[in-house]
């Protein structure tokens, strides 16, 4: 049962550190595993995909997952991969974050379900809010020793300086204990016997296998750990950024449009290692596409694939049509009829950076001449003669279709009472607003 987890995990390029035992462990019994969610944001962004697949992959494979919402660790801030210390969220902020937290894992995840091996959430908070520091210091302090702490890749690039860094506070230095005692708590109250994360975590997950191990006396305590690589981009770009900042898994975010397009625009190198760690194609189907995609790169196989199958999964099925229609709307036969099937919001992503006028539907009820449409009423082109010529050349189009010097803009020509697209050649999209 479960070393075809570990083994499905391999081949998808899932797997960085995993400790001797784990997948005896797996093979053996249905096992529970946890991964944790700091509520730094109300949302996820696609960073955090990779551990919520980890965990959809868990469940798939008989064994039970468990996502923890670090209400309690958010206060405080994971250091690693950190060069300077968070700013610390006030309590409002921190519930709203972990409302939405739990909102998106809901999603991925059936926490009502009634499963042998069914999702469970839970959240720090509601185990540390009664711990007091004294209690904390001395039962779970004592149990791990500075030098060990120390040794962790987390605080010795804080200490050193490495990368601009500029020391650690004694309430970051606390954070994995903090986190290893989610660990302890979890293997006593819920028979949770392993732990999963990025690979920045290892030294943060391995203090909690120590302390699982520490404070079982005189009980032989097994627990385990596994890491996932983090994301790379083969130009060494960051993972999960677009021009606009993150990418969100909340459409309110990152619309759903903006979603499909990312995973569209991804070079052939990263959309042949994405497909294997973000979708649930099975390995026979991902090897055909590549190999597809490799004979004809044009096509763009890998990536259409890619985006269909992580914006279905993370929004809908719906979601990802829309989307893909939206894509291909600017190459429609039918356009002026296709355009008008997107909200505004759609709308106004495909066009997101093109040039923008307003005119008044006052102007639009008595008619626009081309010339003062391009130049005096939009400065979409330079002069009078420059659309004149434009015109002559029978390189304008309105809403995609070619119109020459005698055309008048109307009323008639609107998108949704709202839009004109203006085109001049292939290249330049402008587009008139009516107000």
Partial sequence: MANKFVEELRWRGMVQDIMPGTEEQLSKESTTAY?????TSDSLHIGSLVPIILLVHLEKAGHKPMALVGGATGMIGDPSGKSDERNLLDEEALNKNVAGIKSVLSRFLDFNSKTKNAPVLVNNYDWMKTFSFIDFARDVGKRITVNYM?????????????????????????????QGYDFYYLHKNY????????????????????????MNVGVEAKAFAMTCPLITKADGSKFGKSEGGNIWLDADKT????????????????????????????KETIETLIEDHKQTPHLRLLQKRLAEEVTTFVHSKSDFENA???????????????????????????FEG????????????EGIDMIAALSAKTSFLNSNSEARRALKENAISVNKEKVDESYNLTTDDLINNKYIILNKGKKNTYIIKAI
Avoid: H
Wanted: hydrophobic content about 35%; overall charge negative; some cysteine.
């Fill in 191 to 214: 028979n949770c016997l392993m732990q999963m994360g990025g690979s920045d975590q290892w030294g943060n997950i391995t203090t909690g296998t120590e302390l699982v191990r520490r």
């Fill in 150 to 178: 120390m040794s962790k890749d987390s605080v010795k690039k804080r200490f050193s300086g490495e990368e601009g860094s500029v020391g650690m506070s004694f309430t970051e230095f606390t954070y994995q204990l903090i």
């Fill in 354 to 365: 093109v040039p923008q006028a307003k005119i008044s539907q006052a102007d639009l009820k």
């Fill in 324 to 350: 893909e229609k939206a894509s291909n709307i600017l190459f429609s036969k039918s356009f002026k009829e296709d355009i008008k099937t997107l909200d505004e919001a759609t709308f106004l992503d495909v």
């Fill in 255 to 282: 619309s759903v449009y903006k979603f499909y397009q990312f995973w569209l625009n991804t070079s052939d190198e990263d959309a042949e290692k994405y497909i294997k760690i973000f979708t649930f194609l099975d």
């Fill in 35 to 39: 991964i944790g969610f700091d509520p």
